[in-house]
T-cell receptor, first 113, second 114 residues
């Protein structure tokens, strides 16, 4: 059963616009919330990550906003570029051992030039 | 460093055939994982390993077996392939000492079972 719900499934944004992808989790025993970016034909790669004691983290044009009380977190891509077109996965890692990570279903982003 | 490599890249099987997917990493990572990726389902964990000689079940282990005889290799086996196992398979590894436990993924194996 999926414990991390991601929306939307797909997203089309104009070049220079803001892309927003949302995720919600059910289990409170998560201690790490990464976002992965996947280009066609490639494996996912870590984009940015946040711990639950921080409400926001920014790296370049990418920002994670985290709302612990609502159990929600989101990825904002500012000034979206065609090169950002990819599939994005939010994820959550439980406290339990093995460093298992639970992934959302993914969002396919297309940035129109 | 090659990072995480997967063999083969593509494979077509007939129902009932068996095969082994090989994952190798040269980063001396302790943890390794096998996922399957299906449209609209994200990445689902099949099996994982926290060290040489140890394996554990993930979310969707049925129909698969794994072995980790060497730290750098993690094998995924399908004993009797079924069409429901048509998917893209990704291997990943993690260095347990990293602050964010970043997962490093291989390029994937696209498997079709007819």
């Amino acid at each position: 059963q999926q414990q991390v719900k991601q929306s939307p499934q797909s997203l089309i944004v104009q070049k220079g616009g803001i892309s927003i992808i949302n995720c919600a989790y059910e289990n409170t025993a998560f201690d790490y919330f990464p976002w992965y970016q996947q280009f066609p034909g490639k494996g996912p790669a870590l984009l940015i990550a946040i711990r639950p004691d921080v409400s926001e983290k920014k790296e370049g044009r990418f920002t994670i906003s985290f709302n612990k009380s609502a159990k929600q977190f989101s990825l904002h891509i500012m000034d979206s570029q065609p090169g950002d077109s990819a599939t994005y996965f939010c994820a959550a890692r439980p406290y339990t051992g093995g460093f298992k990570t639970i992934f959302g279903a993914g969002t396919r982003l297309f940035v129109k030039a | 460093n090659a990072g995480v490599t997967q063999t083969p890249k593509f494979r077509v099987l007939k129902t009932g055939q068996s095969m082994t997917l090989l994952c190798a990493q040269d980063m001396n990572h302790e943890y390794m994982y096998w996922y399957r990726q299906d449209p609209g389902m994200g990445l689902r964990l099949i099996h994982y390993s926290v060290g040489e000689g140890t394996t554990a079940k993930g979310e969707v282990p049925d129909g698969y077996n794994v072995s980790r005889l060497k730290k750098q290799n993690f094998l995924l086996g399908l004993e009797s392939a079924a069409p429901s196992q048509t998917s893209v398979y990704f291997c990943a590894s993690v260095w347990a000492g990293a602050a964010y436990n970043e997962q490093f993924f291989g390029p994937g194996t696209r498997l079709t079972v007819l």
